[in-house]
């Protein structure tokens, strides 16, 4: 089967077969995607991680289709019904598409209007009338009045009830009908309810009209959650006459007396049942697209987040913001440890302006502090500014960290592990400090789905969104590499090959033992085999550990040959972060073997140059402007600093310090035609903009970067 599977992917994805086939081996062995990308390239032709996703999918959608077709083989064979040549079709079929059109006449429920006809004998008669060349129509269907069956009329319309389920289990119909729903349909609505608060973020799509096939994801998600709410009715506009002539080809076969008959039948069919089956197949799958774009655009946003630069092993004084409940204070290590917390109340109702000042001044110099995060919620804008007045006796930068499921992790069973003794305005605070010191290390604590990065994240399919989102965050931490001796449980079960039990039983080893001094000693945490051994230890860093190999990226398979290739140049282990130029020269087609091709040499010559150091870069410090403080104070044609916090296909969302975020649309960001905002712009990522327009009834901003030089 790998065979039949290894053709299709690769022809659907226009890959090349052997690495294609190589990859499902290695699924199918156990393999994880990240240890295949980075510690296989020679096995996949160095195909990006990207690419094995797609064929993953791919190879887990024609694994469930199999699975859908074993179980239609069986209900046809149990109903007697399975023919050699049916058998083939489905059998040889990967369109699951033709596959339940297959299937359609062997799944008709009995309570239809054909099935009742069906129990009153009629199905001869149907076929008297559908062979089309008969013309004694009504005198053949007397013989059919019963008890059930008053008179010819009633004979005839159940006999037309019979042909029009025939007509709509035809697969030929069924693709003229999908072809113009698909192809040449639009999509209009009708408002059911504009009076609503409700309704007033919909106004954009009163009376509104745009072809099935065009309209962008986030306005079609938009438009279901709109009807969703009842607050309007989605209707699909197709040419009804159109597709009644060329149905109408397709079943009537000559001018007989049955004609009129079977263009009744015709149209019953469509309006009744065909219509209405390929609409919700129609919905279907602008759903899914719609879906699968917006879940693109979150896994974009959320790696991105994940992988923002990290201020660093700092100790941070972090603050949730308040204004009646107060700022809650905590103060961390550089291990991210907490050593103090306290709440202040510099802002009103309370304004303990000088009590909530010498409280904060005494925790920085108290605990050697070097950096503070504030969180971006309510009273955060207030917080900065009133911090940004006072007076440290060092420099200390201070951050606005975005906040956004703080709380979600404060009440989390995670942060009752981590803090037993705290309330969940004091975890909250740790989670914003941690964040800042690393993002990636805190954020997977959290659901991906209250990270708030997302567009319509509650609006597409669950499942697969969970799926996506885990699979982004797992590429996100392997891509970085963890500290064995710091990380915590819940980011070891993201290492490839682990999981929940295994990263459990890492962390009590490694309280028993105090540190790990190599990436050997896993294999003697409990549970944790070769093949856990072999797809994690590349992704583990030990740092000051007994052999700096293993502060790297280079997995211990590939130890001999980095050995032999430091021998061969004369350098030695602790000399490597000096032979940077010497190894960047290293003729690596002299240590090509069988096992070890160039891709991975050049990988670890890569990992060589740079033993111990975060990929990520480092967090810099973003100023507001101090004159922005509310919406009202925003005017057209101000330039202002922003940080860009989400990502759309349409455009980007920008904080420029007030409660509201501003919007540049993909049309505003550049003096060129933009086809993906992710080309412009990067999550977090400080831009200049420009106030194009500002809606005060809505509260919305449009933004420009266009002409603002940066």
């Not at 060329?246 to 469509?270: M, Q």
């Not at 810099?620 to 509310?630: G, R």
């Amino acid at each position: 089967m790998l065979n039949k599977f290894s053709d299709l992917i690769s022809a659907r994805l226009n890959t090349n077969r052997k690495y294609t086939y190589n990859i499902l081996s290695l699924l199918e062995e156990g393999s994880t995607i990240p240890f295949i990308a980075r510690y296989r390239k020679e096995m996949t032709g160095n195909m990006d991680e990207e690419l094995i996703i797609r064929v993953y999918e791919e190879f887990e959608g024609l694994k469930e289709l199999e699975k859908r077709k074993e179980f239609i083989l069986k209900s046809i064979e149990s109903q007697g019904k399975l023919t050699d040549e049916l058998q083939s079709k489905i059998v040889n079929s990967y369109d699951s598409t033709v596959i339940e059109d297959l299937y359609l006449p062997f799944k008709r429920s009995n309570k239809t209007r054909a099935a009742i006809a069906r129990e009153n004998g009629l199905e001869p008669l149907a076929k008297y009338i559908f062979e089309q060349n008969k013309y004694d129509i009504k005198k053949y269907a007397k013989s059919f009045i019963n008890e059930k069956v008053e008179n010819v009329e009633s004979a005839i319309n159940g006999a037309k009830d019979i042909i029009a389920e025939w007509i709509s289990e035809n697969a030929n119909v069924r693709n003229i009908v999908r072809n113009e729903f698909e192809n040449y349909s639009s999509l209009t609505t009708k408002v059911l309810k504009s009076d609503s608060p409700e309704a007033q973020k919909y106004r954009d799509y009163f009376e509104y009209e745009e072809k099935s096939d065009k309209i962008p994801s986030h306005r079609l998600l938009a438009l279901f959650r709109a009807e969703n709410e009842k607050i309007l009715k989605l209707n699909l506009n197709f040419d009804d006459e159109l597709i009644f002539n060329k149905s109408g080809r397709e079943v009537i076969k000559r001018n007989s007396a049955t004609k009129e008959i079977i263009e009744d039948s015709v149209k019953d069919s469509l309006k009744r049942l065909v219509y209405p089956s390929i609409e919700n197949e129609l919905r279907s799958k602008l759903k899914e697209k719609a879906d699968l774009e917006a879940i693109e655009v979150f896994e974009k946003n959320l790696k991105q987040l994940l992988l923002a630069a990290p201020v660093g092993q700092k100790r941070i004084l972090a603050i949730d913001p308040g204004f009646v409940s107060g700022c809650k204070v905590v103060c961390l290590d550089n291990n991210g440890d907490l050593i103090a917390d306290n709440v202040i109340y510099p802002h009103p109702p309370k304004n303990h302006y000088i009590e909530s000042e010498d409280v904060l001044l005494n925790m920085i110099e108290a605990n050697n502090i070097e950096i503070i995060a504030v969180g971006n919620g309510t009273a955060g804008r207030e917080t900065m500014l009133w911090l940004k007045k006072l007076e440290f006796e060092q420099k200390i930068s201070i951050f606005f960290v975005n906040e956004d499921g703080a709380s979600i992790y404060s009440v989390s069973k995670t942060a009752k592990d981590e803090f037993p003794d705290k309330d969940v305005t004091v975890r909250g605070a740790v989670s914003i400090g941690r964040r800042l010191m690393d993002p990636l290390a805190e954020l997977v604590k959290i659901s991906p789905k209250s990270i708030g990065v997302g567009q319509y994240q509650y609006d597409v399919d669950q499942k697969l969104l969970q799926e996506k989102l885990d699979r982004t965050v797992v590429s996100a931490v392997n891509s970085v590499g963890v500290n064995l001796n710091t990380a915590s449980e819940h980011l070891l079960s993201y290492i490839s090959g682990f999981g929940p039990g295994i990263a459990k039983n890492i962390v009590k080893f490694r309280s028993k033992i105090g540190e790990f001094k190599s990436k050997q000693q896993l294999m003697e945490v409990p549970r944790l085999g070769a093949k856990a051994f072999e797809q994690a230890t590349g992704f583990l860093r030990v740092k000051n550990g007994d052999n700096i190999l293993d502060d790297t990226g280079i997995h211990p398979e590939s130890y001999e040959i980095t050995y032999k290739i430091l021998r061969d140049n004369n350098i030695n282990l602790d000399d490597i972060r000096e032979k940077k130029l010497i190894l960047s020269k290293i003729d690596l087609k002299k240590y090509v073997t069988s096992e070890f091709g160039l891709p991975t040499l050049t990988d670890i010559i890569k990992e060589l140059e740079k033993p111990g150091l975060d990929p990520r870069g480092e967090q810099k410090e973003i100023n507001f402007s101090e004159n922005i403080t509310e919406f009202s104070d925003l005017k057209e044609g101000m330039t202002l600093t922003g940080i860009v916090t989400n990502i759309t296909n349409f455009g980007a969302f920008i904080n420029i310090g007030i409660k509201e975020k501003g919007l540049v649309h993909i049309s505003e960001m550049a003096d060129k035609f933009v086809k993906d905002p992710n080309a412009i712009v990067k999550l977090n990522q400080e831009v200049k903009v420009r106030i194009v327009s500002l809606d005060e009834e809505r509260k919305r901003i449009q933004l420009s970067m266009k002409g603002v030089k940066s």
